[in-house]
């Protein structure tokens, strides 16, 4: 399983249209190779250099499997329509959707964009948290890919 963007390459920077000094908004995101026996996806973005520990933007469960494109700019919703009833979660900023990158001066901060391909649909409701998710997916994973995304103010 592979999952990329158009806008940019592993390890290069996250163009600033994405981020919290842009349109705050999220990336376009193409998939690829995902096992015939998935029954979801799950995309979750974090910052492990964040100074308070590793910071949750972004975390969508129960994309229908087939998906091969998630469309830039996914609206802010606990269950989003355009992606057959995917749920989001719960950010490190206390909302539901995608923020994007919106580290304190200094230097660049990582950003991992983990895909996962699981045996099962979960069962939580909208605005859990990463942990949650985590939790449920646990034995259920399939198959996995990250991209990681560079972006310092």
């Known amino acids: 399983m592979k999952i990329s963007s158009s806008v940019f390459e592993d390890g290069e920077k996250i163009p600033v249209k ?3 000094d842009g349109e705050d908004i999220s990336p376009p995101l193409s998939i690829e190779d995902v096992p015939p026996e998935a029954e979801s996806l799950a995309v979750v973005v974090d910052d492990p250099d964040a100074p308070g520990g590793v910071f949750d933007h972004w975390i969508i469960w129960n994309i229908p499997p ?3 494109s998630i469309s830039e700019g996914v609206p802010a919703e606990d ?3 355009s992606l057959k009833g995917a749920r989001q979660g719960q950010n490190g ?3 539901v959707g995608y923020r994007g990158p919106c580290p304190p001066p200094g230097p660049p901060h990582n950003y991992r964009f983990k895909i996962y391909a699981l045996d099962t649909e979960i069962g939580l409701n909208p605005g859990m948290k990463k942990e949650d998710l985590e939790r449920e997916i646990q034995g ?3 198959a996995e890919d990250q991209i990681v ?3 310092g103010r």
Do not use: A, K, M, S
């Open 18 to 20: 994405y981020t919290c």
């Open 66 to 68: 087939g998906t091969d």
């Open 79 to 81: 269950v989003v329509d």
């Open 93 to 95: 900023f206390g909302e």
């Open 140 to 142: 259920h994973v399939l």
């Open 149 to 151: 995304g560079v972006f």
